[in-house]
């Protein structure tokens, strides 16, 4: 959907997409599923999906433009050096916007501290026409809670991992309502699922 705002992440069968730590596990295996070298921008290097997932993959992330994430992904990655992997700008939701950041001459990172309802506004007047992703986590259950979601996309591993953050982490369940996948494509290690958010 052009224009729509979608919370996307690989999430493991029991529902976690890091553990407590942040580690990711096996949860990322399907991005080395495959033959199809796929070319991030950034520094990070290309990963290798299969036929299915490299198609699904291009079909998302032509259409994204612009991210919304959380703090903690942000420190974690140091903001990917200034430059996504998916190759377009990203709203930071934080508290508090660093001061001293190496790379923010680059100027694809914008820092919203206003809440979630300010950093999706924001992350739209970006994207234009072009679709906002909203990462898993804390900041999927702000916009979820919010109405802000139009989507729920999930890469299905299968794996159990038993605890750690989960997808829509703190949400109250009855902020929940979704409809009938509207894709389901499986692949190697992964099953690509899209829901839309009913209101």
């Not at 234009?128 to 990462?135: C, E, H, K, P």
């Not at 982490?169 to 829901?195: N, Q, S, W």
């Amino acid at each position: 959907m052009t224009g729509s705002v979608v919370a996307s992440a690989t999430m493991s069968l029991d529902g976690f997409v890091a553990y407590q730590n942040n580690d990711p596990g096996a949860l990322f295996d399907w991005y080395e599923a495959g033959d199809v070298e796929v070319v991030n921008a950034g520094t990070l290097p290309p990963f290798h999906l299969t036929r299915e997932s490299a198609d699904y993959w291009t079909e998302w992330t032509t259409k994204v433009g612009c991210l919304v994430v959380g703090r903690t992904l942000f420190d974690i990655t140091d903001g990917w050096t200034g430059e996504h992997p998916m190759g377009v700008p990203f709203v930071v939701l934080t508290h508090e916007a660093p001061t001293d950041w190496a790379h923010a001459h680059t100027g694809n990172a914008h820092f919203v501290t206003e809440g979630i309802e300010a950093a999706v506004a924001k992350a739209k007047e970006i994207a234009g026409d072009g679709t906002v992703g909203v990462a898993a986590g804390t900041i999927a259950g702000q916009a979820l809670a919010a109405g802000l979601l139009d989507e729920v996309a999930i890469d299905l591993v299968p794996i159990v991992m038993g605890s750690g953050h989960r997808y829509f982490e703190d949400v109250d369940p009855a902020d929940v309502k979704l409809g009938d996948p509207t894709l389901i494509i499986p692949a190697r290690r992964v099953t690509h699922m899209r829901f839309p958010v009913l209101r």
